[in-house]
């Protein structure tokens, strides 16, 4: 009973969070501040272990049952189509994706509104939620954050293709100086290491990168979460191209 008692209190105190990150606004993501650049693309993980769904790990299967215990608790208790809300709340605040979310949309909600962002999701296959970057005026920043809020995890983890496809997007001004520059700034988040895409060896990742960027005009800021993120690699990917590297 005791322990019921606490699940049901934790998933409320959860509940009454969950809300705030929705209308805040921050100047920066993970630390790293986004007023001094106009062209921003986020490249985000979202690979089953974001919400303890490990590709392999026994620890995240472990980790996902005691998440949807609490969830299940809290559901049940309310009842109905209200707590089958609150259930679902409840299991996305308690992982690691409910969390980036919550970085994420006030991010994009605090861009000034001559800036102009995009999103790139990535596991298995990778995404992107428009195909050129758009200007972050309030209609922008509404549908980004309605698009992150539905975002569900699954697959493994493609570093490789999502990062091309982010220079995809910057141009050739990537490595021609005298090009139009379609990106400034990359934020690359990841919680493990390269799992599938073209190739999943690090080095590898990071020689094709300086190809892309061979002009270092583009900043790649890299946030590793967790213990399985490849801290080696992530810190050494933004080292070379101008970046900061976030370890959470």
């Excluded at 190809?211 to 979460?225: D, E, F, P, V």
């Amino acid at each position: 009973m005791r322990s019921t008692t606490l699940l049901l209190l934790l998933g409320c105190f959860v509940i009454l969070l969950s809300g705030c990150h929705l209308t805040k606004k921050s100047i920066d993501y993970y630390g790293v501040e986004t007023t001094s650049t106009k062209k921003i693309v986020y490249v985000i993980d979202i690979s089953g272990s974001m919400e303890n769904k490990a590709e392999t790990d026994l620890q995240g299967n472990l980790v996902a049952a005691v998440t949807d215990r609490t969830a299940d608790v809290v559901g049940n208790f309310v009842g109905g189509p209200i707590g089958n809300i609150l259930k679902q709340q409840t299991k996305d605040q308690l992982t690691k994706l409910g969390k980036i979310k919550k970085e994420l949309i006030p991010s994009i909600r605090g861009l000034s509104e001559d800036s102009y962002f995009t999103i790139i999701i990535f596991e298995d296959k990778v995404k992107i939620w428009r195909k050129t970057p758009v200007k972050a005026n309030s209609t922008n920043k509404n549908l980004a954050a309605a698009y992150i809020t539905n975002l569900e995890s699954g697959g493994a983890t493609n570093i490789s293709d999502a990062l091309e496809k982010a220079f995809d997007l910057a141009g050739a001004g990537a490595h021609d100086e005298s090009a139009a520059l379609g990106v400034e700034t990359i934020f690359l988040l990841s919680d493990g290491s390269p799992t599938a895409g073209k190739t999943k060896k690090t080095d590898q990742i990071i020689n094709q990168t300086d190809q892309w960027n061979s002009a270092k005009r583009i900043k790649i800021h890299t946030i590793g979460l967790g213990d399985d993120c490849d801290k080696e690699f992530m810190a050494e990917l933004a080292d070379k191209n101008n970046g900061e590297f976030i370890d959470r």
